[in-house]
């Protein structure tokens, strides 16, 4: 029998909220800190040193004996550098612990070691971690025992941001700033900001451990680089929302309550689409919030799985052939004092504050849709975009029926007269409620969904940090506000301007929305008609955030300088061709270590039983035909395999960033497929027992 515990009492017990510092705190460097959360500001330094004692104290009550400034560098993971508590012994050698508000406040890593794009020499060393008083310190229990995590965000000596956390900070206060000036017009005079929301479910597959640390591939690069299909695939449909099997259930367990102790509101658990695949999603969060937990979630997954046996791949496309993983970036707008503005109401073609910030966001996504794609690219995920089985990677809105037939019909008529109604659903049994449905289906092929009262982003990336998109999405929003209220601010009669602008905005950018099946060859057609770009790849994005148009946005914002815009337009080419490269070096390692000697060994095997049969007098045809099978595809591959090395040595020759990425891209890497196709072939031939790696239906079954 398992243990039993309470989530209400577990429930953020290693967090350190709100209410424990009141407990801990004097009223007035509480009433100070709760001043600087919600209007900004920095806190005194007489305050930071009462709320470091009181949360060291907290701390090493829970058994804490280090702490740690805990960010989010550019290489899209966390980064935390321990200290202890420990301080000089006193007279008597009696060892003190101590913790001072300047060091909660700032900390100094190395900003040469991590990702800057060229904002940072070698020699350029210092860089500055800055308190997050708005996201809560907390404790992470590990094998290095526990350690106080204060969430910062990361900037160099000279002032660029070289962190995921600093731009998208920037960009709630634009968003909230301009969101506003809309509601103003609404005559909302209690809102005193608007609050960017996020929820992101999380993808991920789970491999026996003894199974992954045969696979030089999962090992180095997260993903299997060889692999045949194995007889059975997902097409039988029924691992998704399947039973959980106990092994999982079990890590599932404890995964919950690690993450419920931190504060995580872990709330949705199950099976997904492809075999040994699963998805955890949270409860709505204030968006730096949803980021900082979003990448304690895939920490803690990776920690837990080892504790049973398995590692977690969260990788987009751990296996080919199979679904791979993505994470849904659930993203709303509410006001402090609880107004969602993507709520529509009974009646949203009577709602005219929603409709006007449903025109903004149409005018947003459709004039940014190059950035709002770039903001969803990885590596991994140039797997995933528009494989039929994620969102395609051309941009597009959708809506559902009734707000289509809305917008339709304010474009048309200048007016919505009607709205659609969900009706009611029969089940046809006496015994089963029938019950009101949607008015509207939901799309699993849109990359941007209306889901009722928000909007779904899609195409993020399973092991990327949700930052980005969402620094993205607050910036062109806020800049659609910011024009819209330019315009309606100076209006003489604004009841008129606001239906005049929303037909506008709906009018220019109808062409984004898409309400039809995105894997269809038809939209790939119909989007180029409209105008729409098809980003394809990493890469190709990557210019989309240094021009003229992105560079204007970031700025007028100061969400992002031209030059920390330029440094990650540098840092993704650094990124892609380092990835590719350690890709094409395993396929390397393990093509010519283990899979051509392993196939060796089989042909002489084979030919032994040729030679075994003939001199036994019997037909020997099928056995010598199989004998030149495998010697002419064990000829293909070592042919493409010379090939593979010879580009590979030629690529990390390259000395221009952008060029190696797309050699890497158009060449090394068509050169790891070409390697890739009969090292499958012949793994379907030769004998189990000489294979020398796990196949996909160990990984994927045997957990």
Not at 65 to 83: C, N, R, S, V
Not at 489 to 517: P, S
Request: hydrophobic residues 40%.
């Amino acid at each position: 029998m398992s243990e039993v515990f309470n989530v209400e009492e577990i429930f953020g017990q290693n967090l350190f909220t709100l209410d424990k510092m009141k407990e801990r705190l004097p009223k007035n460097v509480y009433k100070e800190v709760v001043k600087v959360m919600d209007q900004g500001g920095e806190l005194s330094m007489d305050a930071a040193n009462v709320v470091a004692k009181a949360m060291k104290d907290w701390a090493v009550e829970h058994g804490a004996t280090h702490f740690t400034h805990w960010f989010q560098p550019l290489t899209g993971i966390t980064a935390e550098k321990h200290d202890s508590f420990v301080a000089h012994p006193d007279e008597s050698g009696k060892m003190l612990t101590e913790f001072s508000g300047k060091e909660l406040i700032k900390g100094e890593p190395d900003a040469s070691s991590f990702p800057s794009g060229g904002l940072r020499a070698t020699f350029e060393a210092r860089g500055y971690t800055a308190w997050d008083i708005t996201s809560p310190a907390f404790l992470k229990e590990s094998a290095c025992g526990t350690i106080l995590c204060i969430p910062t965000a990361f900037c160099s000596y000279t002032g660029e941001a070289l962190d995921k956390k600093t731009p998208l900070l920037r960009s709630m206060e634009a968003l909230s700033q301009q969101a506003l000036r809309i509601v103003r017009l609404f005559g909302n005079t209690e809102a005193t900001k608007v609050v960017a929301s996020v929820g992101p479910e999380q993808e991920y597959f789970l491999v026996d451990e003894k199974l992954f640390m045969k696979r030089t591939d999962l090992m180095f690069a997260g993903r299997t680089l060889f692999g045949a299909p194995a007889p059975k695939g997902q097409e039988m449909e029924d691992h998704y929302f399947g039973v959980i099997r106990e092994r999982v259930g079990a890590f599932m367990k404890d995964l919950n309550e690690e993450l419920w102790k931190l504060g995580v509101t872990a709330k949705t658990q199950h099976n997904e689409v492809a075999p040994a695949q699963h998805e955890l999603a949270p409860i709505y969060e204030t968006a730096n919030i949803a980021v900082d937990h979003n990448q304690i979630v895939m920490e803690t997954m990776k920690r837990v799985a080892v504790h049973h046996g398995m590692r977690c791949l969260l990788h987009e496309k751990p296996y080919a052939g199979v679904n791979g993983s993505g994470k849904h970036n659930n993203w709303s707008i509410t006001t402090d004092n609880g107004v969602n503005l993507l709520d529509p109401g009974d009646t949203p073609n009577e709602n005219v504050q929603f409709l006007l910030v449903l025109a903004c966001i149409m005018k947003a996504v459709d004039t940014h849709a190059d950035l709002l794609r770039q903001s969803a690219s990885d590596v991994g995920n140039d797997h995933r975009l528009g494989a039929n089985e994620a969102p395609p990677a051309i941009i597009s809105i959708f809506l559902g029926e009734q707000l289509e037939d809305v917008v339709n019909q304010l474009i048309e008529t200048g007016s919505a007269t009607s709205v659609k109604e969900g009706g009611k659903l029969l089940t046809g049994v006496s015994t089963l409620p029938d019950f009101q449905k949607d008015a509207t289906d939901r799309n699993r092929t849109s990359p941007f969904a209306f889901t009722g009262n928000k909007f779904e982003f899609r195409m993020v990336g399973s092991s990327d940090s949700i930052a980005s998109p969402n620094t993205t999405l607050n910036a062109i929003v806020a800049e659609a506000f910011c024009e819209a209220a330019d315009r309606l601010e100076k209006a003489d009669n604004l009841e008129m301007a606001i239906h005049d602008l929303i037909k506008e905005y709906m009018t220019e950018h109808r062409r984004i929305i898409f309400n039809g099946n995105g894997y269809a060859d038809e939209w790939v057609a119909e989007a180029e008609k409209r105008g729409l770009p098809n980003i394809k790849s990493m890469i190709e994005a990557a210019s989309t955030i240094t021009t003229d148009k992105a560079v204007k946005l970031f700025e007028k914002f100061g969400i992002f300088t031209k030059v920390e815009l330029e440094s990650r337009e540098e840092i993704i080419y650094e990124t892609y061709a380092k990835t590719i490269n350690i890709e094409a070096l395993t396929m390397i390692d393990m093509a010519g270590k283990q899979i051509i000697p392993a196939v060796v060994k089989y042909t002489k095997a084979l030919a032994d039983t040729v030679n075994s049969v003939k001199e036994a007098g019997a037909d020997a045809v099928m056995q010598t035909e199989l004998l030149k099978t495998v010697s002419e595809k064990l000829a293909e591959m070592q042919k493409a395999l010379d090939k593979l090395k010879e580009l590979e040595a030629q690529a990390s020759k390259m000395d221009d960033v952008k060029a190696q990425a797309f050699f890497y891209k158009d060449s090394v890497k068509v050169a790891m497929g070409e390697l890739r196709k009969p090292a499958d072939e012949l793994e379907m031939i030769v004998d189990k027992n000489i294979w020398p790696i796990p196949t996909y239906g160990e990984l994927m079954f045997e957990i």
